[in-house]
């Protein structure tokens, strides 16, 4: 889903207001501009993250990225469909496997360089101040917790995989799922480490909420969950065939813990995620990393 903007060069010779956007720091005059449209997940604050950043980092090369918010099965269909250009932080082998699977003819991973993050892992978060550390221990005293996980969205691989790890633990019929959102997952942890109250929630890591709150993941010490995931770009084959340059650049991106944390923080923190990702690229090592994508 490519769309050329008409008149691009013009208004960027005119107007000066929007001379920032048709070229960024070091980088050439753009000749056009164009619109590639991503999947984006609510809540999903790591997805949410990358894609912000890719939106400022495409504008300086001459590419509008615009979201479009669906949930990850329609996502991907989308993709599949061509309906849509790509989602930005797939999770594989693992939570993120059976949308890729299912439409594996239609879509690109870009793998060649491997993931642009390797070490991806969902975790069960409870506030610091309880006395467990463990999944295990956190069993042993499920009542404190109102036998009960506060969980994610129901799409989300996550949920999908949480059931399993709780056979693993034999925890079935003692700690129920309860679906619900990213936000009130954050939310419920928010109140309970504010509070001191046992709650334990899904999550992953990285994730912002570990800078900013006082909780902590929980050591999966029965291996319930699988190893950690990479994060990688997905395309639909009509974009890799049609926008090799961009599929390059992305199959080049790599972050690390710190970076990948950081942007997220970032991001949590302003009013939007643009304006997140753009506080982010002031750090002149994280604007060096970005830029080397590019070359």
């Not at 099965?73 to 932080?89: E, K, P, V, W």
């Not at 309880?130 to 404190?144: D, G, P, W």
């Not at 050591?219 to 961009?246: A, C, H, I, T």
Request: hydrophobic share 40%; proline share 4%; aromatic share 8%.
């Amino acid at each position: 889903m490519i769309k050329k903007t008409i008149g691009a060069i013009l208004a960027c010779a005119v107007l000066t207001t929007t001379m920032s956007a048709c070229s960024g720091a070091g980088t050439p005059a753009q000749t056009s501009q164009k619109t590639i449209t991503v999947a984006e997940v609510p809540g999903f604050d790591d997805t949410v993250a990358v894609t912000a950043l890719w939106t400022e980092l495409l504008s300086e090369h001459g590419y509008n990225l615009e979201t479009k918010t669906v949930d990850l099965a329609a996502g991907f269909s989308g993709i599949a469909r061509g309906d849509l250009d790509g989602y930005l932080n797939a999770w594989l082998p693992s939570t993120h496997a059976s949308y890729v699977e299912k439409y594996r003819d239609d879509l690109v991973v870009l793998d060649k360089n491997g993931p642009f993050f390797d070490n991806d892992r969902l975790v069960l978060a409870v506030p610091k101040s309880v006395e467990e550390n463990t999944i295990s221990e956190v069993l042993k005293n499920a009542e404190k917790y109102d036998s009960r996980i506060v969980g994610i969205e129901a799409g989300a691989g996550m949920m999908k995989l949480l059931p399993d790890v709780l056979k693993t633990y034999g925890a079935e019929g003692k700690l129920d799922i309860v679906a619900g959102s990213t936000p009130a997952a954050l939310a419920a942890l928010k109140d309970g480490a504010a509070k001191n109250k046992p709650v334990v929630a899904t999550l992953w890591t990285p994730h912002w909420a570990f800078a900013s709150m006082p909780i902590k993941a929980l050591e999966d010490d029965m291996s319930g969950w699988p190893k950690p995931d990479g994060s990688y770009v997905v395309l639909s084959k009509k974009f890799n065939e049609e926008e090799p340059q961009v599929a390059e650049w992305m199959s080049k991106s790599k972050l690390t813990e710190e970076q990948f944390a950081s942007l997220m923080l970032a991001v949590s923190e302003t009013k939007t995620a643009a304006e997140g990702a753009k506080k982010w690229l002031e750090n002149a090592e994280n604007r060096a990393a970005a830029d080397a994508w590019f070359k």
